[in-house]
């Protein structure tokens, strides 16, 4: 996992920590304001309060579902979806290993963007720094799963029609009452054997970079399923 020891050394700096105790007391006096904040409230104000906490912690999954809320009562006004892509990269620049962020990134990236390509640019910078980070894994995984043209919840979907076997199950929960402007693109086998062999040389050189990368091993097992059955359709 990520290495801890820079960040509890800098702890050690009277400066360092007088200024995040400041920093904590004010988030702990904005974070019930952030909670008591509806719909009905000024929603630019109260998203500008959630961004601004959660840039600074960006863990609480109550925040992250507060934004969602709020971003779905503006969507008569609509809202800019790069700014989201944005802050989940910020937040995640600050903990990549914040559930919260991965989930609402999946959130807009399944209802509202489909640019994947640079999504999978986007997890390969974060597994520079982690290669083991699952997190990131299981996003990417995500993002597969929609470039191979599986449902908007993540799932993977199975080559052969005569295959009724679950590669990668639902990460998300699609509901009908959620809005979106994304669609499920139909893949050719050509494309799809293209993106997994991008995948498989992917994660190949994780594995050799890090052996003990468990997240690389299972993202590869899964890939096998699916070039199993591409290398059977063209049979």
């Given at each position: 996992g990520r ?30 304001q952030a ?166 040389d992917f ?33």
């Amino acid at each position: 996992g990520r290495r801890r020891q820079e960040y509890k050394d800098r702890l050690k700096d009277p400066k360092f920590s007088e200024n995040l105790v400041k920093k904590a007391q004010q988030w702990n006096t904005l974070f019930p304001q952030a909670l008591l904040m509806s719909s009905h409230s000024n929603v630019p104000q109260a998203l500008a309060l959630t961004e601004k906490l959660l840039l600074v912690n960006p863990d609480p999954l109550v925040l992250w579902n507060k934004r969602r809320r709020l971003l779905l009562a503006s969507l008569e006004h609509e809202f800019n979806i790069s700014e989201e892509l944005s802050l989940t990269a910020s937040c995640l620049q600050r903990n990549p290993k914040a559930y919260g962020a991965w989930f609402h990134r999946k959130w807009i990236v399944s209802n509202y963007t489909s640019d994947l390509q640079k999504e999978l640019d986007l997890t390969a910078l974060f597994l520079k720094q982690d290669e083991r980070n699952f997190h990131c894994w299981n996003y990417r995984s995500f993002c597969v799963g929609l470039l191979l043209g599986g449902s908007k919840d993540g799932s993977w979907p199975s080559i052969r029609l005569d295959n009724g076997d679950i590669v990668m199950g639902a990460q998300v929960v699609v509901t009908p009452t959620t809005t979106t402007t994304s669609t499920t693109t139909i893949v050719s086998e050509e494309e799809c054997t293209k993106i997994l062999s991008a995948e498989w040389d992917f994660c190949s050189q994780k594995i050799q970079d890090n052996f003990s990368n468990y997240s690389a091993l299972h993202h590869r097992s899964k890939l096998v399923l699916l070039l199993r059955d591409v290398t059977l359709s063209n049979e």
